[in-house]
């Protein structure tokens, strides 16, 4: 087997890992609310959520086009890559992105913070594109990924405040105590919807980057996935792939969207999931590659604001921007890192090492993150400013 085999495979399992990630760190996108709410149980609300991801990434393939065509310019009208590149240094700059993705996934998790897991990927093939003199698709990143991020957690905020604002006002002489249960139903539905389009917007994410890393080695062309599509192993892997690690739950970004935002009731959060699932569909049908964090956190944020009384943690939201904020130009240093370190040393040697240096963060932050647990157990406890809840409030939830 020769060394661009082995790297193609190596990108391969580290697409899949991003994936997984993926998966585990935007679970409370769909299920943040219908937890808080007490709609679902946590462990059937990510179990829930993992199948629906699964389903959803076989729906459609618009933004895995997107991915292969509007970040990176690997691929000349003639098929072959483009002056400058071969296979191996394609090959690298894109796993050296994909890197970059994965420990700003690992990071913010592990701070409890909801950043946008696209666009962590998008900064470290940037990046890595840079440092590796490939063609930086500007105009596409404008399009189709700057203007949609800006824009889409504010359109997600005004629908949602409505949407509270109405449900309240529709349902203002009914008691509270039934308002709360007829809404929580509802919010099985609408939680599902949203994973639902998240399985069908993020998977895709994964794929077009395999389907990119394909076509760096020479095995895929940009013309076959237009008129074939992309190959079936492509598909069923990465849904698999989000599944699983939605499957075992990123309980502490749960908890920050259920409980740290905004205090939740059921009117809110069927309102506030109602607003992702349509902003998120619509958006994957265009191609865009949308941030579902940005959008399910705009919606909580509108919630709150659509319901006289409600408490809307404003400083926890300052948090959440300024991760938002530097979430590219981070994951972007990373990668590019990440390409010098592996193309310094050179071919598959170069790769494996940063692959072991991946491995040894992903299991440093993995330890750390033990030392104060969050799981289905206490992600519910009472918020009391800090994102691991003392013993005090754990007895309250429990």
Known sequence: MSAEVMILILVVVTALGFDFTNGFHDTGNAMATSIATGALKPKVAVALSAVLNLVGAFLSVEVAATITKDVLTIQGPSGDLVPGLNPESAMIIIFAGLVGGILWNLLTWLLGLPSSSSHALFGGLIGAGIAGAATVNWAGILGKIIVPA????????????????????????????????????????????????????????????????????????????????????????????????????????????????????????????????????????MGMALSTTHVATGSILGSGVG????????????????????????????????????????????????????????????????????????????????????????????
């Not at 935002?261 to 607003?275: D, F, M, T, W, Y």
């Not at 006289?308 to 590219?328: E, S």
Request: net charge positive; hydrophobic share 50%.
């Open 150 to 285: 800006v824009l889409s957690p504010l359109i997600a905020g005004v629908v949602a405040a409505v949407g509270t604002w109405l449900v309240y006002r529709l349902t203002r002489t009914v008691h509270a105590k039934h308002r709360e249960a007829g809404f929580r139903w509802g919010q099985i539905g609408t939680a599902s919807l949203v994973s639902l389009a998240h399985g069908t917007g993020d998977a895709q994410k994964t794929m077009g980057v395999i389907a990119l890393a394909l076509i760096a080695h020479g095995s895929l062309t940009g013309d076959q996935i237009l008129n074939e599509g992309l190959p079936i192993w492509i598909i069923v892997t990465c849904g698999a792939a989000i599944a699983l690690g939605t499957y075992l739950g990123g309980w502490r970004i749960i908890r920050t969207l259920g409980k740290g935002l905004v205090e939740i009731e059921s009117p809110q959060g069927l309102a506030a999931e109602a607003s992702s699932a349509a902003i998120i569909l619509t958006s994957s049908s």
């Open 307 to 398: 319901r006289p009384g409600a408490q809307v943690r404003w400083g926890i939201a300052g948090r959440m921007v300024t991760a938002w904020l530097i979430t590219m130009p981070a994951a972007g240093v990373v990668g590019a890192l990440c390409f010098f370190l592996a193309h310094g040393i050179g071919g598959l040697a170069g790769a494996i090492t940063v692959f072991v240096l991946l491995l040894a963060a992903a299991a440093l932050m993995y330890l750390r993150s033990r030392r104060q647990k969050i799981d289905h157990h206490n992600v519910n406890a009472e918020w009391d400013g800090s994102l691991a809840p003392n013993a005090a409030s754990q007895g309250a939830a429990a």
